[in-house]
């Protein structure tokens, strides 16, 4: 249908636009660009001039510095097969080891995945969910005394290598 299509396209188009803006504050953060418009820091640039959270600045600057590094990451966002939620999570884990850290990011690629409550849940075809720590460990929800927040009382099952 017409409207899913453009639905889809918008969000797309809402994670590039994050893409982009995390690349070019990172940039003027690093050519200190915001002295030369009389700001103290990018934050503050940002923060005035463009009408962004300090939460969302605080996203966007070390995404935009890691994705420097992260190069697979970025491309698998460019290719579509990551989206910007995906992609925050994953630079949020970058100094995992380069395979641990491909391996997520293949995962996050081939099968459903969100970021909630700082994890990423991820679900294939076959199965229940998986949960991943900010470390790269999957972890097991503790059903019986879990609550409303998953994670809060998980134990550590295995770490994806």
């Not at 969100?114 to 929800?141: C, W």
Request: aromatic share 10%; net charge positive; proline share 3%.
């Amino acid at each position: 249908d017409e409207v899913v299509e453009r639905i889809h396209g918008a969000l797309r188009s809402y994670d590039t636009g994050n893409r982009f803006l995390a690349f070019f504050l990172n940039d003027m953060e690093e050519r200190e660009l915001f002295h030369q418009l009389g700001y103290s820091c990018t934050a503050h640039y940002a923060r005035t001039n463009l009408n962004i959270s300090k939460s969302k600045i605080y996203e966007l600057l070390p995404a935009g510095r890691s994705l420097r590094k992260l190069t697979e990451i970025d491309h698998r966002f460019w290719k579509g097969d990551l989206s910007w939620s995906q992609v925050r999570l994953l630079v949020r884990v970058g100094n995992l080891p380069p395979r641990t850290l491909s391996n997520l990011s293949s995962l996050c690629a081939t099968c459903h995945s969100h970021v909630h409550e700082g994890f990423l849940t991820v679900k294939g075809d076959a199965g229940s969910p998986m949960f991943f720590n900010l470390r790269g460990q999957r972890i097991q929800p503790d059903y019986e005394t879990t609550s409303t927040k998953i994670g809060s009382t998980c134990s550590t099952s295995e770490t994806i290598t």
